[in-house]
């Protein structure tokens, strides 16, 4: 791209705080009309929450097994209202990954019935909708998922 007088360049710097990215200047994208005026909103820090995990029974099988989760905010208060899917993925590519909806089942305390179709070990993905409508993900590993 060649700049004429005029032109304006505006370069996108990014500070890492706590796993964030954070936009230190305006978006360059916007600046250039690649994307449009409107392309870069103000990026929102994903909320500080905090989920335990917990399954059962804790040598799991092939079958199905209990997943409890607990999540609190960052002042240690229970998050209520959050709507919770569970992806369970074999750790080798090719198997058709399992889903799982997890219910509220006391102040910030969610199960979710998850069935292991494979011995193996297994990436579970929580995909979290908070009250407020803020989107949060996290994943934890399950190995030597045993055979009956």
């Given at each position: 791209m060649k700049l004429r007088s005029g032109n304006?360049?505006?370069v996108l710097v990014f500070t890492i705080v706590r796993d964030r990215?954070?936009?230190?200047?305006?978006?360059?994208?916007a600046v250039l009309g690649t994307?449009?005026?409107?392309?870069?909103?103000?990026v929102r820090p994903a909320p500080a929450i905090s989920i335990e995990h917990e399954i059962t029974p804790?040598?799991?099988?092939?079958?199905?097994?209990?997943?409890?989760?607990?999540?609190t905010d960052e002042a240690g208060r229970p998050v209520t209202n959050a709507q919770i899917t569970?992806?369970?993925?074999?750790?080798h590519p090719g198997m058709t990954p399992v889903?799982?909806?997890?219910?509220?089942?006391?102040?910030?305390l969610y199960t979710a019935p998850l069935q292991f179709t494979m011995a193996g070990d297994w990436v579970i993905l929580l995909h979290c909708v908070l009250p407020e409508g803020e989107k949060v993900e996290r994943q934890f590993e399950v190995t030597r998922v045993r055979a009956n």
């Open positions: 304006v360049l505006t990215l954070l936009p230190a200047f305006a978006c360059a994208a994307l449009g005026a409107n392309a870069c909103r103000p804790v040598s799991p099988v092939v079958g199905t097994a209990e997943v409890h989760l607990r999540l569970l992806e369970a993925n074999m750790s889903f799982a909806a997890a219910k509220e089942t006391g102040d910030g």
